[in-house]
């Protein structure tokens, strides 16, 4: 066999093994989304101000204890990877009033966050400013169950603005990467606390 065609052979045994491993790497891929949906989070600078933040996220638990989670108040700070504890909670008619210290790395000090929880009749959580040192503040969680019941999809929204020197272009960087840890964490929890 000449030089030439020993080139030609070994270059076409690459080329269909490469080509092969393409095709593999295509097709597990593929499975591999369909198995499990990906998460979607966009941040970014609000119009008038603040922060406005959404997510579509799939929770591998039912909505019910993923709901449970995110009501049991005096334990929020429990799903969140930053400084924060909560120095009062009370619950009237239905609304949760939420008294929170939170630390942040971008601002000096403690700021205080007093928020009003409710459970909407369509099972939709909403929270909304009360008083603090924040301008703006309102969140929505809205869960709907998803598989065969055993996970949740949940349709996130959130609007905030603090009272701070901090440029909102440094503040989407930041809150992108806490509401990615928050999600983490609470998909954590919410497979342990449905096993129980």
Known sequence: MRLWDRRTACSSVLLAGGAFGLLLFIVTAGMGMAAAPMDVLE????????????????IPAPPIVVQRLLTDYPHWPDLFDMRMHVAAVSVQDGVATTDLRIEHPLM???????????????????????????????????????????????????????????????????????????????KQKAVEHSKR
């Open 43 to 58: 941040v970014a600078a609000a119009s008038g101000g603040g922060t406005r933040a959404t997510a579509q996220v799939v």
């Open 108 to 186: 000096p000090g403690e700021r205080r966050l007093v928020t009003e929880s409710r459970v909407l009749p369509s099972g939709s959580l909403v929270t909304d400013l009360k008083g603090g040192d924040f301008k703006r503040y309102h969140r929505v969680w809205k869960l709907e169950s998803t598989g065969e019941g055993n996970q949740t999809r949940a349709d996130f929204e959130l609007e905030v603005e603090v009272e701070s020197f901090v440029p909102d272009w440094l503040i989407v960087i930041a809150m992108r990467q806490e509401l990615e840890a928050h999600f983490r964490i609470l």
